[in-house]
């Protein structure tokens, strides 16, 4: 059975800094990739950032360039996310999901592909 856990959201001021994990167990494709995705109220869903376990290769969409940094622990199969500088429009429920390499697409809003999924964490910035 597939799980991903989310963990480390909260309240953070504006400019302050957050760190994401996601904990996956159960997935045991050599090749995969994990994303991080957010969804705001009254908003769609939208790809924040991508690693893959390949090549390590990295996406980001263009709002959080600069300021967000995934990275990834394989010993511990966790993936972390590095949120910096956050602002107001970064709040929102933050999912990690994981999918095969081979059905990863990847656009400048959304990263396709993705078969499991964690319950989501809310991130909150906010004075």
């Known amino acids: 059975q597939v799980q991903l856990v989310e963990s480390g959201g909260g309240l953070v001021q504006p400019g302050g800094s957050l760190r994401l994990s996601c904990a996956v167990s159960g997935f045991t494709a050599d090749y995969y990739a994990i994303a991080w995705f957010r969804q705001a109220p009254g908003k769609e869903r939208e790809g924040v950032s991508c690693i893959t376990t390949s090549y390590g290769n990295t996406y980001y969409r263009d709002s959080v360039k600069g300021r967000f940094t995934i990275s990834r622990d394989n010993a511990n199969n966790t993936v972390y996310l590095q949120m910096n500088s956050l602002k107001p429009e970064d709040t929102a429920t933050y999912y990690c999901?994981?999918?095969?390499?081979?059905?990863?697409?990847?656009?400048?809003?959304?990263?396709?592909?993705?078969?499991?999924w964690g319950k989501g964490i809310l991130v909150t910035v906010s004075s």
């Open positions: 999901a994981t999918g095969l390499l081979s059905n990863l697409v990847v656009t400048t809003d959304y990263f396709y592909g993705m078969d499991y």
